[in-house]
């Protein structure tokens, strides 16, 4: 069965510094990987997607992914927080056309607190 | 105004009564999903379905029900079998298999 995991549960930073979440998934196929943002009160919303291409791919915010695939791997980073990324952020991967229909699994997320 | 509408935002229910919480979209997607959210568990999936008339059962579709006769609706039913219910549920669309999901605000279920 498809699966996502996500290393970290709980990191805490000061502004400034570099973020780097891990997010690791099982599927052997093609895959489409997502991560999600969810800020105090929020719906979830979409920080960056990789479908095909250019491995390394940018989402808003400063924020950044790359797919390696050899480690089935799609960690997400950013140079330098800010206390308004404090959230909880939710690695995703869309498992390829398993008998025609696709799933869309979810990690257990990691919370980020960013201290000034 | 486009988007996704869960409702109520927030439900309680008795032990043994079963409860269906509605998720209605207007963006024409063809794809809608619903999760549980616990915490330091993420999102499980529940149900889905790609098209009108048809859906699957996702990782945790034990004590759940869905109906999809609408392309804009899929209400989640959780059922008195369902042993633990008391969660944040969230709604999703996607256009197509293969794109972003949106999400709507979610529905905290209590059962008093």
């Known amino acids: 069965a498809q699966s996502v995991s996500q290393h970290n549960h709980h990191v805490i930073l000061s502004e400034a510094a570099s973020l780097e979440l891990g997010c690791n998934y099982s599927?052997?196929?093609?895959?489409?990987l997502f991560w999600y943002v969810q800020y105090p009160g929020q719906h979830l919303q979409l920080l960056l997607k990789?479908?095909?291409?250019?491995?390394l791919v940018k989402g808003i915010k400063g924020f950044e992914a790359e797919f390696i695939k050899s480690k089935f791997s799609f960690n997400l980073r950013k140079p330098s927080v800010q206390w308004s990324d404090t959230a909880e952020y939710f690695c995703a991967v869309n498992a390829g056309f398993s008998g025609g229909y696709n799933k869309l699994i979810f990690g257990a997320g990691t919370r980020l607190a960013v201290h000034p | 105004d486009g988007g996704i509408t869960q409702s109520p935002k927030y439900l309680f229910r008795k032990e043994g009564q079963n409860v269906t919480l509605s998720c209605e979209q207007n963006?024409?997607?063809?794809?809608m999903y619903w999760y549980r959210q616990d915490p330091g568990q993420g999102l499980r999936l529940i149900y889905y379905s790609q098209i009108v008339n048809d859906f699957q059962k996702g990782d945790i579709a034990e004590g759940y029900s869905v109906s999809r006769e609408k392309k804009e609706s899929f209400p989640l039913t959780v059922t008195s079998a369902q042993k633990n219910p008391t969660a944040f549920y969230l709604c999703?669309?996607?256009?197509?298999?293969?794109?972003?999901?949106?999400f709507g605000q979610g529905t905290r279920l209590t059962v008093v």
């Open positions: 990789y479908f095909s291409g250019d491995p």
């Open positions: 963006l024409n997607h063809d794809a």
């Open positions: 599927y052997g196929g093609t895959v489409n």
């Open positions: 999703a669309t996607r256009q197509a298999a293969n794109t972003e999901a949106f």
